[in-house]
């Protein structure tokens, strides 16, 4: 047997030996039995890696896995770094929530024994909540930290641990490699110390969070307002099986409607997600039985959270009176358009977007008299990055997004909210109801004003060793000698987030974002193509953006059928020059 295969072997003995958990001792047990190599080296060539956006692995037992072990030795490395970083973490104390998924109640009570027994106070909440909700608690309670247990829209057998700081944000640099050097330093899990919730309230260490919903409903409340009385707006909603109905529907309520139908077969949590095969609203099939439904009674709007509730989709009446979902971006203009026109004009209003959404956002923007910028892809570079321009340059920040159907309004949770943007576009629908408008129509007006923008992407899979060699070698041909025109187009700058600097010809200036694998060609025209390496899978995603002016007389339809045409070809001529077709 390889010394690769002995090394394999002792590691899954050590974790079989410090696992707090019977049934993935048991697991592990079998497949040692079994003498599995395969599976267990799966399970045992790395560890869950620690990042930025916490820990997401697939369920089970093994290093590379999400489980009680890792878990207790991912909060007491969080536990230590607080306490070395702030002196009054652990009375701020740490928040703790769970969604519906396998093993998140277990894995947040494993979270609050560990930091119980380091001294933590834990705002603990008992019953499954959205993530919003919890990185609200953050701030409601001024915690030094929050941990979130969800793995969003990924498939069932994933979980997760998302982290926030004590700015109610989730963690960035240098805090996460800061954690990550801590929890490598934890010693054995069974030695470590445990309270359970009666040993922790005996001691005062699990006060109750039970006005942190109120006050959450209310701050949305306020965000929204109450709609006048007398619009019909009819709404149908559905939770994907996840924990966004109880909030989402109260808010929608105290919002003024009173017409909201649920899908009652996907409202409760459930975690085998049984009637979609994706818990992701982005995913063909997902929103079929809220469409459903919205037909059935005739509502105007249709609303879906992904399972933890932190992520908004759309649908709404097309010109011949059938639903039609909406996209991110079309959503994310039309929020932003709408809060843009309705906050003060003063100069200081702040939008954000991530660097793969639409340009359309910038034009927007200018329109209003607001500043806005893009961030890196992920809402805790929108939140962190809204923080420091509110500090350093005095403005005000009114939305941000992402086109993977993430927004956040105003600075009550500092992270992407399903449930408070759900409440702002069924506001915007009657809005415009009065109005005898719709939301396509209101974008159909954006279009005419702004330009006809599409977004166009392609995700490329390069399975094995060789396709992760080709993925490379295309970044650094792309880096050596970008293209000077893509189809008709002249291309007028090149953003090179790896290198940190910005090419406008012969001038090079620093970058303002993060260091990051992304390339980003600006076309004249207002086109742009973004390509980045996935950091997870063997793929190569390539954003491409479009843009057309819609001509006078000219029907929508027609305009996106004439964009889709040149951005065809704008792809088809990146692709082939790019050495991916």
Same mark, same amino acid.
């Given at each position: ?7 394999? %072997? ?17 697991? &592990? ?52 770094? &607080? ?19 396998? @093993? ?43 941990? @979130? ?102 808010? %929608? ?23 979609? /095969? ?14 459903? %439904? ?25 010109? /011949? ?103 702002? /576009? ?156």
């Amino acid at each position: 047997m390889s010394e690769s295969s002995d090394d394999i %072997l002792a590691a899954a003995r050590a974790f079989l030996a410090d696992d707090p958990d019977p049934t993935t001792r048991a697991e &592990l047990a079998a497949l040692l039995e079994r003498g599995d190599l395969s599976s267990l080296t799966e399970r045992f060539s790395g560890r869950l890696e620690f990042g930025t956006a916490g820990l997401r692995g697939l369920i089970g037992a093994g290093d590379n896995r999400i489980n009680r072990r890792v878990v207790a030795q991912t909060t007491a490395g969080l536990c230590a770094y &607080l306490a070395q970083t702030d002196a009054t973490a652990r009375t701020r104390g740490l928040c703790v929530g769970f969604d519906g998924r396998h @093993m998140s109640r277990e894995l947040a009570e494993e979270t609050c024994a560990i930091a119980s027994a380091a001294g933590f106070v834990v705002h603990a909440f008992d019953e499954v909540v959205p993530t919003p909700l919890l990185a609200f608690a953050v701030l409601d309670r001024n915690a030094t930290a929050g941990v @979130m247990v969800t793995a969003s829209h990924n498939p069932r057998q994933y979980n997760g641990y998302k982290v926030y700081w004590s700015n109610g944000a989730q963690i960035i640099p240098p805090h996460d490699e800061g954690i990550a050097r801590a929890i490598s330093q934890v010693g054995p899990v069974l030695q470590l110390p445990r309270l359970d919730r009666a040993q922790a309230s005996a001691r005062g260490l699990r006060p109750s969070v039970a006005p942190v919903r109120e006050r959450y409903l209310a701050g949305v409340h306020a965000l929204v307002g109450t709609q006048p009385a007398g619009h019909t707006l009819r709404l149908a909603y559905t939770a994907l099986h996840g924990v966004g109905a109880p909030l989402a529907l109260e808010a %929608l309520a105290q919002a003024g409607f009173a017409q909201v139908h649920s899908v009652k077969t996907q409202e409760q949590p459930d975690p085998d997600f049984p009637s979609v /095969a994706f818990p992701n609203p982005e995913e063909p099939g997902a929103m079929d039985q809220v469409l459903a %439904l919205g037909e059935q009674v005739n509502a105007d709007l249709i609303i879906a959270n992904d399972p933890d509730a932190d992520r908004l989709a759309l649908g709404c009446r097309d010109e /011949a009176g059938a639903l039609r979902v909406l996209s991110g971006n079309e959503i994310g203009v039309l929020l932003a358009d709408y809060l843009l026109a309705h906050a003060p004009a003063d100069g200081r209003n702040l939008v954000l977007t991530s660097l793969v959404s639409t340009p359309m956002i910038e034009r927007i923007a200018q329109a209003h008299g607001a500043y806005w910028e893009p961030t890196l892809t992920g809402f805790k570079w929108i939140a962190n990055r809204a923080l420091e321009l509110t500090r350093s340059r005095n403005l005000r920040f009114v939305f941000g997004f992402e086109e993977a159907l993430g927004y956040t309004v105003g600075n009550l949770v500092r992270d992407k909210d399903g449930i408070s943007a759900a409440a702002l /576009a069924a506001r915007i629908a009657a809005s415009y109801q009065r109005e005898g408008r719709t939301l396509r129509m209101a974008l159909a007006d954006l279009y005419r004003r702004h330009g006809l923008f599409g977004s166009f992407p392609s995700s490329l899979t390069l399975p094995g060793a060789q396709g992760l060699a080709k993925i490379r070698a295309v970044m650094q041909a792309l880096r050596a000698a970008p293209p000077t025109r893509v189809g008709t187009s002249a291309v007028s700058s090149l953003l090179d987030l790896e290198l940190g600097v910005l090419r406008r010809g012969s001038h090079t200036e620093p970058a303002t974002l993060p260091r990051s694998n992304v390339l980003v060609l600006a076309l004249e025209g207002g086109h742009r193509i973004a390509i980045r390496p996935s950091g997870t899978e063997p793929k190569i995603k390539v954003y491409l953006d479009a843009c057309e002016r819609v001509m006078p007389g000219e029907t929508i339809d027609d305009a996106r059928r004439r964009l889709s045409a040149f951005a065809t070809q704008l792809r088809d001529d990146f692709l082939t020059q790019a050495g991916l077709r």
